[in-house]
């Protein structure tokens, strides 16, 4: 660990959980138990990817071990993988259907939302704007 810059991945994961999380969770549990589809679904989808955008790009921003990508993509898949582990707990615990390719299409796109962060973040270092 001492590779990564902890503060970094805590202000990444933060930023992640705040934007990233609640768009999930509405998705989750009140469009995708709904009888009638919605087109709300991809809306969310799309404001979640943005979060992993985003926070991946705060982690990678603030990060001071000149590992850019990396810290956005820590930051981005320690996210996803915390909050699906309790949402997979969840639906086994109330007995509903774990969609297995549904969770690896989703966690495909955190990583690919976590790489551009991280571009985004290391474009943001290289530039000369650094954060307060």
Same mark, same amino acid.
């Given at each position: 660990m001492k590779d990564f810059d902890t503060l970094a991945l805590q202000k990444g994961a933060s930023v992640t959980a /705040?934007? !990233? %999380? &609640?768009?999930?969770?509405i998705a989750r549990f009140v469009v995708d138990n709904s009888d009638h589809p919605s087109?709300?679904?991809?809306?969310? #989808?799309?404001?979640?990817?943005? *979060?992993?955008?985003? *926070? #991946?790009?705060? !982690? !990678?921003? @603030? $990060?001071?071990?000149?590992? &850019?990508? =990396? @810290? *956005?993509? %820590? =930051?981005? =898949? *320690?996210?996803?993988?915390?909050? $699906? #582990?309790?949402? /997979?707990?969840i639906r086994v615990a109330t007995g509903g259907e774990v969609r297995v390719s549904r969770i690896i299409t989703a966690f495909s796109l955190a990583l690919v939302a976590s790489i551009f962060g991280g571009v985004l973040g290391s474009?943001?270092?290289?530039s000369g704007v650094r954060p307060k």
């Open positions: /705040l934007f !990233a %999380v &609640p768009p999930t969770l087109g709300w679904a991809p809306l969310l #989808s799309l404001l979640a990817i943005c *979060g992993f955008v985003i *926070g #991946s790009g705060v !982690a !990678a921003w @603030h $990060q001071e071990r000149g590992r &850019p990508l =990396a @810290h *956005g993509l %820590v =930051a981005g =898949a *320690g996210v996803f993988l915390v909050v $699906q #582990s309790f949402f /997979l707990l474009i943001m270092q290289n």
